[in-house]
């Protein structure tokens, strides 16, 4: 059973043409549960219409013409409750309505499920049976789960418009993520495909034939050669029958296979990558299709065949760098910090990924370059975007593609509106932070990346408050020497000194992974992460601490940050490393003051225990990214639960109130260091709670020194007090978007629907 669904989900996946998947669904369906009807219906947004898309077994002249409202008809219950039907006698069901062109008064037994993506009722699949037969509770089952398989195939569909209307008769088409970097762009899109997956590749119109065919032919001549060392190398450990298979392999490359098809797709006007992915595709189509194990197997093969000679193919065009257009928007299945680097600066306008959330570390150093960007946009079609036209609202999380005039010039005037509010806005940046009634809010800045290092920054604020050393990190082919580091860290605090500069230690593990120390794991942030990795590997936090050391000397404005604390005795541990890099540094000439150090707060555990951290360390940093993601188990970088990813929840917002009692009582100096401080609302209830300090990306520093420059600090306590009253995240945003709005603040806030 579980084959037959995994085959037909496939299928409909891998239809090109979405009239196709729709045929192949149904009739596979059909065959499957060896039923006489199989119907798909697709609700209509607009029309508020459940309509007949395509049927095998009623009469195809019912196609589109029946339509029925949510609540009519069987299907429209099914629609409206959301839950499978299942009837023996279908026509004796008060609900049951006759269309007469469908011709189904012929059918008796009646199974409805409805398709659900993303709590979105899409549509409904029925099957139907002459004879009185109850589907039985395997048939149900079966049903329901393809239906739930087919949901994310019927959104995507719908989302590109392959579909229905959702695009527009010129073509527009809009698509919804994640928004991560507000900001409003429009641009051209430029997509990048992973490395050798095949079903990224972009359809591309090849401007030389001859030229793409010849590559193809070169990198079809490396993977052979590559097959034959490896059957020479392996010839005496494997058998004659398994080393067959190389001869095999070298077949299905032969110029009389594959190679003469994806030239003639390449005649066609598709380049060599494109044209290779579609012969594979429908290759694999096929044989997966067969009943028989021995060719469903070889599909693998000629999958893996087409994955090496793409690489081969990318390997090329590598060396060739891509051009990037002057407003460039990044789009691609995962982006990665490596590959933001390769667009030259300036040209960068935009982000777009298929994974990732907003505070998936990709979209923090977007919103530190202030670069707009959406990530989590699961409905994109890769494949068809390269070189379109595009609009990217990172306020909303919208991504139009090919957008009308109208639309187009819409969006010009709310980015001059921006672009107004920006400029009014640095005027006061040179002012203080500081409420009207006089209540100094030391603002620090977050960095990482070379560019937030600017002079500028220093005249506005009081420091940098985190300084993510694994940025640094990601971005080199290997772990820094202790020299380069030095000369890193030297760099952040002479530009910021005699301000003071965080530094945390290399955090990474979660989603941040180096290139040269993968870190595998099922639950990578329950896992391997921040100080439980340095703490494994002393001889990398040594290095690193010396360097920061080092890197202090004759300035004194260094402050350590121990990210990721667990348990009192990790501390401990890190304490005593630090002790020792001193000495040593101290016995090779080098008298460097302690620094004072900080332990982040973001396991929820250590609220617990701040009286016992409290005796050991100088000062408290509220991570509150992983602080909310740890309180309300919700993953920070998945897309599915982003809408649960919420630090405006009661709970955190409770957590963090109690937090800075705890903390003024101990008289432990305390700042917020995570996005919420970098929203203007966030910052005021930070403020009214009564953290020390907020630090955040340079791009947020305008709108929250705008914000607190107008709201008190009793103000700022009564709408914590209001707020810690109320009992949903809904609720808590409305409130705090009706007080900003009162205060004439609302302008500040990130514009939403
Ligand atoms: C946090 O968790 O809030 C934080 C500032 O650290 P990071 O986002 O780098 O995990
Ligand atoms: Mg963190």
């Known amino acids: 059973m579980l084959d037959v669904l995994r085959r037909i989900v496939q299928e409909v996946n891998e239809a090109r043409n979405l009239d196709a998947a729709l045929s192949t669904m149904v009739r596979r369906i059909r065959k499957a549960m060896r039923t006489d009807v199989c119907s798909f219906y697709l609700y209509d947004v607009e029309l508020e219409r459940l309509v007949l898309m395509e049927t095998i077994g009623l009469y195809a002249r019912a196609v589109k013409h029946v339509r029925l409202p949510l609540g009519e008809g069987l299907v429209g219950l099914v629609g409206q409750r959301e839950e499978p039907l299942n009837l023996e006698d279908a026509p004796a069901h008060p609900h049951f309505r006759y ?389 890193l860290y030297r760099d952040q605090l002479e530009s910021f000194a005699p301000l003071p500069v965080v530094m945390r230690t290399l955090d990474i593990g979660g989603d941040k992974d180096l290139p040269y120390f993968p870190i595998e794991e099922a639950n990578p942030f329950l896992g391997w992460r921040g100080i439980r990795v340095t703490l494994d590997h002393p001889e990398v936090l040594m290095v690193q601490l010396r360097a920061m050391l080092r890197a202090s000397h004759g300035l004194d404005n260094l402050q350590i940050l121990l990210p990721m604390i667990t348990n009192v005795e990790e501390v401990d541990s890190a304490l005593r490393l630090i002790d020792r890099a001193q000495a040593e540094l101290a016995e090779e000439g080098f008298e460097v003051g302690r620094p004072r150090i900080g332990v982040m707060i973001e396991v929820p555990a250590t609220l617990f225990q701040l009286g016992a951290l409290a005796e050991r360390v100088d000062f408290f940093s509220v991570g509150s990214n992983d602080l909310t993601q740890y309180l309300l188990a919700v993953d920070r970088n998945n897309p599915r639960v982003a809408e649960l990813y919420n630090p405006c929840h009661p709970g955190v917002l409770s957590a963090l109130a109690r937090l800075a009692e705890e903390t003024s009582a101990l008289s432990v100096p305390t700042s917020v260091c995570g996005e919420l401080a970098g929203d203007p609302a966030g910052a005021l209830l930070l403020m009214g709670m009564g953290f020390d300090t907020l630090s955040m990306n340079a791009p947020s520093l305008p709108r929250v020194r705008a914000a607190i420059r107008r709201v008190s600090l009793p103000a700022a306590q009564e709408l914590v007090k209001e707020t810690l009253s109320l009992d949903t995240p809904t609720k808590v945003r409305a409130h705090l978007v009706a007080r900003l709005t009162e205060w004439q603040l609302a302008h500040l806030l990130p514009p939403t629907d």
């Not at 570390?361 to 707009?372: K, S, T, Y």
């Open 99 to 487: 269309f007469e062109e469908t011709g189904e008064e012929r059918f008796s037994s009646f199974l409805g499920v409805p398709i659900i993506h993303q709590r979105r009722m899409l549509g409904v699949l029925v099957v139907q049976q002459q004879d009185k037969r109850r589907y039985d509770e395997g048939d149900e089952a079966f049903l329901v789960t393809m239906a739930a398989q087919l949901g994310g195939v019927l959104a995507h569909a719908l989302a590109t418009g392959a579909l229905t209307r959702p695009v527009s008769a010129d073509g527009q088409a809009v698509f919804i993520g994640v928004a991560a970097s507000p900001g409003m762009v429009i641009g051209d899109a430029v997509v990048i495909a992973p490395p050798a997956d095949l079903d990224s590749v972009p359809d591309l119109i090849p401007t030389d034939i001859d030229f793409e065919i010849a590559r193809l032919k070169e990198a079809i001549l490396k993977v052979r050669d590559e097959l034959r060392s490896t059957g020479e190398r392996l010839a005496s450990r494997i058998s004659a029958q398994e080393l067959a298979l190389f001869e095999v392999y070298q077949q299905m490359l032969s110029e009389a296979a594959l190679g003469q098809e994806v030239e003639k797709r390449i005649r066609e006007g598709q380049w060599a990558p494109g044209a290779l992915a579609d012969v594979v595709r429908r290759h694999v189509q096929y044989l997966e299709r067969v009943d028989d194990n021995y060719l469903r197997e070889r599909a693998a093969d000629v999958r893996d065949l087409g994955r090496r000679v793409l690489a081969h193919l990318q390997e090329e065009s590598a060396e060739t760098p891509t051009t990037y257009p002057d407003r460039t928007i990044l789009v691609g299945d995962e982006i990665s910090v490596a590959t933001l680097g390769e667009v030259p600066r300036g040209k960068l306008a935009g982000l777009v990924s298929i994974r990732g959330s907003s505070t998936s570390h990709v979209a923090i150093l977007a919103r530190a370059m202030g670069v707009p960007t959406v990530l989590g946009m699961v409905d994109l079609p890769l494949t068809r975007l390269n070189g379109a036209r595009v609009i990217l609202d990172g306020h909303r999380g919208r991504l139009f593609v090919r957008p009308t005039e109208e639309l187009g010039q819409h969006y010009q005037s709310l980015i001059a509106e921006e672009d107004a509010l920006s400029e009014v806005l640095e005027h006061e940046q040179d002012l203080p932070s500081e409420t009207p009634d006089g209540h100094v809010m030391p603002l620090m800045v977050n960095t990482g990346l070379a560019v937030d290092a600017v002079a500028s920054l220093k005249t506005r604020v009081s420091g940098v408050g985190l300084y993510r050393t694994e940025v640094p990190f990601m971005i080199t082919e290997r772990f820094p020497g202790e020299q380069e580091q030095t000369r």
